[in-house]
């Protein structure tokens, strides 16, 4: 089976890319079954779609599958009806086929069939199926024209998963803007998360929390720094979510004096100061918080189920932990005009005092409780995403919105401090060329009209 990541939609994509982990773990369980494998990851190699064609037309695969999220789906299935020419069969997983179900195979028309939810436990049926000629109902998990789907639920504990198969991937080619030192990767050590927020699509994992021990974590992560690795950012959707666990595995990595420094994504409700003193004795360095925004009403529409002063004491146990911020706010949430955008700036900017922060709209992605309470009314941009058509819900009109956007990122990245820490970054980690790249695009960006 051959596994792809598309190249990117145009040469203005100024993303830095990580590895496309849930393609590794396919490939690892495929590999372990004894069944051929390969990934091409045409994104983080840079080529175009010239050179993307022309290494399909080489390889001329039985078995094609690649996944996506919604919001660049448009790229995913350009990259289907390439395929479709060079492959016999075509297939797509991940968020955006999960979310739509049968829908996707009516929107893109040149694939096969589709795969829902994780994909470890579906492939190998999957391609069994297909080398038997799709006879027959597909295995659960598939969703194919014209025939019955049954979903398919995980029955294998998560840590009998094989390990994501990072050694087919072009592993010098990931960049990571925060990694404090170069040697890049990505883990997940958990799946699922049990909150409800509202605008989140957890279609693949669920709201049921599916953890590995500490032992298995830290023996991965052994292996990584083996490997070379020594900045790894963990992926959990909360990584923090269960203190004891979080404990075991910072004494176990100080235990073993691995030389690995990390970033996790945690709730401002998961932590308090002497875990967060834990961790960054452990090797972490920056812990990523959904603050979503400054304002209570906001966040109750949300669905966050945390309060700003949660997040205030959050932000400054980190602080006082000796580890670096990162919010993720969402502006212009239905029932904010101009002054509650601004009110939520200066809450991650002067009151959290966060380190990082992505700004961003808020999106109706299909598979959210969002999605199927509005429409969506606008389509507003931010520079990490280029050029991607976001269905946004706001009360705003688009550009004043889109003028708000700009002016947040200006006001929090444009400050000698936040630039000096940037740029630090960008030479610890090594990435000073993609930085700049990314730099250059925000510029651009938030300085247009
Ligand atoms: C890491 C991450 C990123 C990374 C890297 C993504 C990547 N290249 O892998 C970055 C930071 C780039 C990113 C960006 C965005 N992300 Co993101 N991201 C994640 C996150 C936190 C983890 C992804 C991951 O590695 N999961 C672990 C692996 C094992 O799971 P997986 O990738 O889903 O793969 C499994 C299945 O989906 C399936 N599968 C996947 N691919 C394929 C292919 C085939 C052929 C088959 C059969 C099966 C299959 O099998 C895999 C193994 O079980 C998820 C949340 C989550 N919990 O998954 C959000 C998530 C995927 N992101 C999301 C979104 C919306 C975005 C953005 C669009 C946000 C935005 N700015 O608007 C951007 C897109 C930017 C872009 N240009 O691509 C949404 C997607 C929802 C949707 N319906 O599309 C998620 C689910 C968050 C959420 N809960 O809402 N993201
Ligand atoms: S946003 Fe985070 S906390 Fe909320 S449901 Fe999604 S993963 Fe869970």
Redesign the pocket.
């Known amino acids: 089976m051959l ?1 792809v ?1 598309p190249p990117r939609r145009d040469a203005r ?1 100024a ?1 830095l ?7 590794a ?2 490939a690892g369980e495929l590999r372990r079954q004894g069944r051929p494998v390969e990934i091409l990851d045409a ?1 983080a190699l840079g080529w175009g779609w010239e050179r993307f064609e022309q290494e399909l037309d080489r390889r001329r695969p039985e078995v094609l ?9 448009d790229t995913a299935y350009r990259a289907v009806v390439v395929a479709r020419r060079y492959a016999q069969t075509v ?9 739509l179900g049968h829908q996707v195979l009516e929107d893109c028309p040149e694939l096969d069939h589709a ?1 829902a ?4 436990e ?2 190998g049926p ?1 391609l069994d199926w297909v080398a038997g000629g799709c006879a027959g109902p597909p295995p659960a998990g598939v969703l194919a024209r014209g025939q019955p789907f049954v979903a398919h639920q995980p029955g294998r504990p998560i840590e009998a998963i094989a390990r994501p198969a990072r050694d087919l991937l072009p592993t010098g080619c990931y960049r990571y803007l925060m990694a404090t030192r170069p040697g890049f990767a ?1 883990m ?1 050590t958990s ?1 699922g ?1 049990p909150f409800r927020c509202s ?7 669920g709201s049921t929390w599916r953890a590995r021990c500490a032992e298995d974590v830290v023996d991965e992560m052994q292996q990584l720094v083996d490997d070379g690795v020594r900045f790894v950012n963990l ?3 909360n990584f923090t979510l269960h203190r004891k666990r979080v404990v075991a595995i910072c004494e176990a990595l100080i235990e073993r004096r691995l030389p690995l420094e990390w970033k996790c ?1 945690g709730r401002v409700d998961g932590v308090d100061l002497e875990l967060l003193q834990l961790m960054r004795r452990a090797g972490c360095r920056v812990v990523a918080y959904g603050v979503e925004s400054g304002n209570a009403a906001t966040l109750e529409l949300l669905r966050k189920d945390v309060s700003l002063e949660r997040a205030r004491r959050a932000f400054a146990d980190t602080r006082a932990a000796g580890l670096r911020s990162l919010a993720y706010v969402i502006l212009g949430a239905p029932g904010e005009g101009a002054d509650e955008v601004r009110q939520s700036v200066a809450f991650v900017r002067d009151e959290l005092g966060a380190d990082y922060v992505q700004f ?1 709209s808020l ?1 109706a ?4 409780p969002l999605f199927e309470q509005h429409g969506a009314t606008a389509d507003v941009r ?1 520079p ?3 050029d ?1 058509a ?1 269905a946004t819900v706001t009360d705003l009109p688009a550009e004043e919105l889109d003028a708000l956007m700009k002016l947040a990122w200006r006001s929090f990245y444009l400050r000698p401090q936040a630039l000096r820490r940037l740029a630090g970054d960008a030479l610890a980690s090594g990435s000073w060329r993609e930085a700049a790249r990314l730099g250059t695009a925000m510029a651009r960006w938030t300085l247009s009209a």
């Open positions: 596994l990541r994509d993303g890319s990580v590895p496309p982990l849930g393609l773990y396919l994104y599958g690649l996944g996506t999220m919604t919001p660049v789906a297939v797509l997983g991940g968020p955006h086929a999960t979310a795969v939810g994780e994909a470890e579906t492939i999957y990505t997940l799946r998360c605008f989140c699509d957890k279609s693949v994992s992926y959990d959707d994504e961003s999106v992605l299909p598979g959210t931010n990490l995403d280029g991607l976001r």
